[in-house]
């Protein structure tokens, strides 16, 4: 049986299936910073529901299904993802602030 292959990225460890489709939740973790990434994917998907047809189930030991993307999709969901980072209040205010080690209340500083 093949196994999923993982990187890890600072602090984070993002999946991939073993014929290199990404984990979807893995990888909004990874570039939003944040443990939410549940949460932000519900919200990308209810405000832009095109962005599920670039992902599907994938089984892994976890024990329930996965979304996965191969490379084209995931270019379309970091499309949506960015938006989403750049415009979301919500978001700004519960990433964590790696600099100062904890969350921050306060919107990113420019």
């Known amino acids: 049986m093949n ?5 890890v990225l600072d602090d984070d460890t993002v999946n991939f299936t ?3 489709k990404i984990f979807v939740l893995d990888a909004i973790c990874a570039m ?8 932000i994917w519900r919200k990308m998907q ?10 599907e189930a ?3 030991k976890k024990g329930r299904p996965i979304p996965v993307a191969d490379g084209a999709g995931w270019e379309a ?3 949506v993802l ?8 919500a978001v700004r205010a519960t990433v ?8 921050s209340d306060a919107p990113f500083a420019g």
């Open 3 to 7: 196994e999923e292959i993982q990187i």
């Open 18 to 20: 073993p014929d290199g």
């Open 32 to 39: 939003a910073e944040t443990d939410k990434a549940d949460r």
């Open 46 to 55: 209810a405000d832009n529901p095109q962005i599920v047809h670039h992902v």
């Open 58 to 60: 994938y089984e892994c």
């Open 77 to 79: 969901i970091q499309d």
């Open 82 to 89: 960015f938006e989403y980072l750049v415009s979301s209040k």
């Open 96 to 103: 964590p602030n790696r600099f100062a080690g904890e969350s």
